[in-house]
């Protein structure tokens, strides 16, 4: 089993950045891919960013040039840094990982991130 906790959520003005983390535990040899997803209020939950044990990325496209994805493999975390931020970026958002052995999805509890204009 992995558990996932996320962290760095928070209240950010308009244009700011914001770093969210993500610590993975248990079985983590197991992980593949990781990823970032965020679900805002009445709206299903969509991909943000994904990364490969090997450091491969891709985004959504309104994540583009703004966020980044990063990982250590050596400390089981994933992060992502937000940069000039918007109020369409106001979400709760989701940490990801899936298994090698056969894709199965693990979920982090969350962490709320609020872009106020």
């Known amino acids: 089993q992995v558990e996932l906790v996320e962290s760095g959520g928070g209240l950010v003005q308009v244009g700011g950045s914001l770093r969210l983390s993500c610590v993975a535990s248990?079985?983590?040899?197991?992980?593949?891919?990781m990823r970032w997803y965020r679900q805002a209020p009445g709206k299903q939950r969509e991909l943000v960013a994904a990364?490969?044990?090997?450091?491969?990325?891709n985004y959504a496209d309104s994540a583009k040039g703004r966020f980044t994805i990063s990982r250590d493999n050596a400390k089981n975390t994933v992060d992502l840094q937000m940069n000039s931020m918007k109020p369409e970026d106001t979400a709760d958002y989701y940490c990801?990982?899936?298994?090698?052995?056969?894709?199965?999805?693990?979920w982090g509890q969350g962490t709320q991130v609020t872009v106020s204009s």
């Open positions: 248990g079985t983590t040899w197991r992980i593949g891919a």
């Open positions: 990801n990982a899936v298994s090698l052995l056969n894709g199965e999805d693990y």
């Open positions: 990364i490969t044990r090997n450091g491969y990325t």
